[in-house]
């Protein structure tokens, strides 16, 4: 069954360091979106992504934050500059065309910021 | 008032029990409807998946929608053990384009062999 991937599977960081959290959205779905979920809370959104542009980001997803879908497979987070309340499990999911309502979601990066 | 409310749990129940998991929500434009299973430090796994009101089943799992009271459960049948695990409620924002899901905060549930 085809499944949604991420890598890595935990990061550690120092605060101030770029990032780049990886995913490989199912290969048929054209909708890919990012969330993260602080230890102990809710799973948050931070931003959609389709043909190429980003469709809607959350208050969360500021200026730090960057999405790019750099080959037809990958699809990449980028924080610029890390704090250390960007710790968290960061969710890559994906959608396929007219069923957005339902996203499939890898197995997250746990990123540790220092 | 949150938009979606969760009873955390944890819940415990012995194998072999039914498993009632809730959820009320705020927003009547709401119309998808998801439960989601989340093991340990794991990606949310889709269980199921409902449009508007009524149930839906799936082998041990039946999913409820009641609109009118903005009220969503799961139910499980026979818990096993396997079945321990985080379980979220979720549904879809109609207002984006893209139908970002917004998640309640998940009942921790035990299944005791």
């Known amino acids: 069954e085809p499944e949604v991937t991420q890598t890595p599977s935990h990061q550690v960081t120092q605060m101030g360091q770029e990032v780049i959290l990886r995913c490989v959205p199912i290969?048929?779905?054209?909708?890919f979106y990012w969330y993260r979920q602080i230890l102990g809370q809710k799973v948050e959104f931070l931003v959609s992504f389709y043909n190429n542009e980003i469709s809607e980001k959350s208050e969360i997803f500021d200026d730090q934050f960057s999405v790019e879908r750099p080959d037809g497979s990958n699809f990449t987070l980028k924080i610029r500059s890390t704090k250390l309340e960007d710790s968290a499990m960061y969710f890559c999911?994906?959608?396929?065309?007219?069923?957005?309502?339902?996203?499939?979601f890898g197995p997250g990066t746990r990123l540790t910021v220092l | 008032q949150k938009e979606v409310e969760q009873d955390p749990g944890p819940l415990s129940v012995p194998e072999g029990a039914i498993v009632s998991l809730n959820c009320t929500y705020s927003?009547?434009?709401?119309?998808?409807f998801m439960w989601y299973r989340q093991y340990s430090r794991k990606g949310p796994e889709l269980l199921m998946y409902t449009y508007s009101s009524g149930n839906k089943e799936d082998g041990r799992f039946t999913a409820q929608v009641d609109k009118s009271s903005k009220y969503i459960s799961l139910f499980i049948r026979d818990s096993q053990p396997s079945d321990s695990a985080t379980y979220l409620c979720?549904?879809?924002?109609?207002?984006?384009?893209?139908?970002?899901?917004?998640f309640g905060t998940g009942t921790l549930l035990a299944v005791q062999p």
């Open positions: 290969s048929n779905h054209l909708y």
């Open positions: 999911a994906s959608s396929e065309w007219g069923r957005t309502d339902t996203q499939y």
């Open positions: 927003n009547s434009a709401f119309q998808y």
């Open positions: 979720a549904m879809s924002d109609p207002g984006g384009a893209t139908n970002k899901l917004i």
